[in-house]
DNA sequence: CTAGGGTTAG
């Protein structure tokens, strides 16, 4: 059995086990962890409910396998049950047992309550146990306490081994304290553990993580060994700052030998995502596909996204279309797909669908449906969405939902319920959801309102050079040419110059980046023929061109 | 037949 298990063979393993005619704890035991070291959590906690029926008494061994069973399906009532047997067989004694046991508890519970206690009715401590409990913190976004406990490891002389260093300085990446992770990385080099590939696949992480690029390089060049994740870690980590460089590196992984994997892939095609690079997500695709990789679900989801934010929204939708199986994210994905690209009623009709599906909607899904139907003009069935979430799913709006639901009326010209709804926000709205209120009085010229809504941005965050661009706009728009003048002044002061709005195109592996007014690039004057032409088509069609942002050109005297 | 660590997606 042992040996069938060691190559996967879970299916042979079994044979071998049914055939046996006396089956001993050992024989039992050996095939329920047999299951939870493949991942088949609900078939080794079915085994164990035999092997408790056949009344064969498990021993330690079994007790820490069925928690980590438990711990897989995430099934506190199981785990709970099998606690209560542990207790009545005078299991407390094993460090092994009790260890699963907080480990179960750790993931399983709402909170760390449960954990904590078995972890403070140890009579012995070890290092595992220590670990154990910063893990469970820290997996579940705690890293503080997560923190807090490892300093205590330090304070008491526990064992220090390289697995609780890997997690402390996770803690400190999901905290985004550098001072912290500057200590414990020194902590490492003292203790010897600058040759753990764990460890120093963590420290890397956590550089990538604080956007500290000179250090998180460093790091990977002086790794004396790199394996596989030390490649994905540093991908991923570029792939949030910079995503050509995260390309390149994926091109130099290659070259020196390392196969990619379904993290490297989907690392890369929200890279191309990024980058709005078609060409080269199709390439992607390609690689993904000959590997076999099409059915994962990270790798696919990400192939969703990349395909919409490409601008090729048929292909996004084949790939939705093919998976086998879809989360919550794929169906999210689909429908922010349709939302950008003015789809709204696609994005609606996806969002019956999944909930048809079974698949229970959050925060972020009703997010997606919300600006798709924002920037639709579907303002009713947005509103509808927007009270279906409290009332049947049971989701609080966060502030971020409220700038959707400001945004989707502010749009459609209804300002003043708009600004009804803020007032009547049980929670104190931010400056997102203020800006979502000053965008539609700049589009509806409403300088009163716009004023006041600019004023409360600023309050929550002082020189907000994006709130002052719109007033001055509005100030413009309103002919108000000395407090335009005043906007301007304070704008120019500030220093904090608002990055441009870039747009850019790839074209026969050429990409083509410019920002408004451009004037720049050999293409300038056939771009500004099209132009010309588009507005005498919205002439044609009775749209009437919206001016104000020629401001700036007149400015310039042009 | 035993436990704890490092990389993916909206």
Redesign the pocket.
């Known amino acids: 059995m042992?040996s069938y298990l060691d190559q996967g063979l879970v299916k042979d393993a079994r044979l071998v086990f049914d055939e046996m005619p006396h089956r001993d704890?050992?024989a039992w035991?050996?095939m329920v962890?047999g299951y939870t070291s493949c991942n088949h959590h609900t078939q080794s906690w079915v085994l164990f409910s035999e092997m408790v029926k056949n009344e064969v008494t498990p021993?330690?061994?079994?007790f820490?396998s069925v928690f980590?069973a438990c711990k897989g399906m995430k099934s506190l009532s199981c785990g709970a049950l099998v606690h209560g047997l542990a207790i009545k067989l005078g299991m407390e004694g094993?460090?092994?047992?009790e260890?699963?046991v907080m480990?179960m508890y750790a993931t399983c519970c709402a909170t760390m309550d449960d954990a904590c206690q078995v972890f403070r009715d140890l009579c012995v401590k070890?290092?595992?146990?220590w670990?154990?409990l910063i893990?469970g913190f820290t997996?579940r976004g705690d890293g503080y306490m997560g923190l807090r406990v490892f300093q205590q490891m330090l304070q008491e002389d526990a064992e220090l081994?390289?697995?609780?260093?890997?997690?402390a300085v996770?803690a400190c990446a999901s905290i985004g304290s550098r001072t912290s992770g500057r200590q414990i990385q020194a902590a490492v080099i003292k203790c010897g553990f600058e040759s753990?590939?764990?460890?120093m696949?963590?420290i890397l992480?956590m550089y990538c993580r604080f956007t500290c690029l000179p250090e998180a390089n460093q790091c990977f060049l002086e790794m004396s060994e790199k394996?596989?994740?030390?490649w994905?870690?540093l991908i991923?980590g570029y792939?949030?700052i910079d995503s050509s460089e995260c390309l390149y590196l994926f091109s130099q992984m290659e070259s020196q030998g390392f196969s990619p994997?379904?993290?490297?892939?989907?690392?890369v095609a929200?890279g191309c995502?990024d980058l709005a690079v078609l060409a080269c997500g199709q390439q992607v695709h390609g690689g993904i596909f000959r590997r076999g990789f099409n059915q994962?679900?990270?790798?696919t989801?990400?192939l969703i996204?990349m395909y919409a934010k490409c601008g090729n929204i048929a292909d996004s939708r084949k790939v939705f279309d093919e998976m086998c199986d879809k989360?919550?994210?794929?169906w999210?994905?689909m429908m922010?797909g349709y939302g950008s690209h003015g789809f709204g009623k696609e994005a609606v009709e996806l969002f019956d669908e999944m909930v048809t599906s079974g698949i229970r909607p959050?925060q972020?899904?009703f997010m997606?449906v919300l600006s798709a139907c924002s920037h639709a003009g579907l303002v009713e069935e947005g509103l509808r969405y927007f009270h279906t979430m409290t009332s049947d799913y049971n989701v609080t709006p966060d502030q971020e939902i409220y700038g959707c639901v400001v945004d989707l009326l502010g749009r459609s010209g209804r300002v003043a319920e708009a600004y009804g709804l803020i007032q009547n926000m049980p929670i104190k709205p931010n400056e997102s959801v203020w800006g979502a209120l000053l965008g539609a009085c700049k589009a509806h010229k409403l300088p009163h309102l716009g004023k006041l809504a600019a004023t409360e941005i600023l309050d929550l965050k002082p020189n907000t050079v994006e709130a002052y661009v719109l007033l001055s706009i509005i100030y413009a728009a309103d002919g108000k040419w000395r407090e335009y003048a005043k906007t301007m002044n304070l704008i120019r002061g500030m220093g904090n110059k608002k990055e441009a709005g870039r747009s850019w195109i790839e074209v026969r592996n050429q990409v083509y980046s410019f920002v408004v007014g451009d004037k720049i690039g050999s293409h300038t004057k056939r771009v500004y023929a099209i132009l010309e032409l588009l507005i005498q088509h919205m002439k044609e069609t009775e749209f009437e061109p919206n001016l104000d942002c020629l401001i700036h050109d007149l400015q310039d005297g042009t």
């Open positions: 042992k704890v050992v035991t050996a962890e021993n330690a061994f079994t820490t980590k094993s460090i092994y047992v260890n699963a480990d070890n290092a595992v146990s670990t154990t893990t997996h081994n390289p697995f609780s260093f890997s997690i996770r753990n590939l764990a460890v696949n963590s992480d394996n596989l994740i030390t994905n870690t991923a792939q949030r994997n379904c993290f490297t892939f989907s690392s929200a995502a994962n679900l990270e790798v989801n990400a996204d989360n919550l994210v794929s999210t994905s922010i959050d972020i899904v997606a």
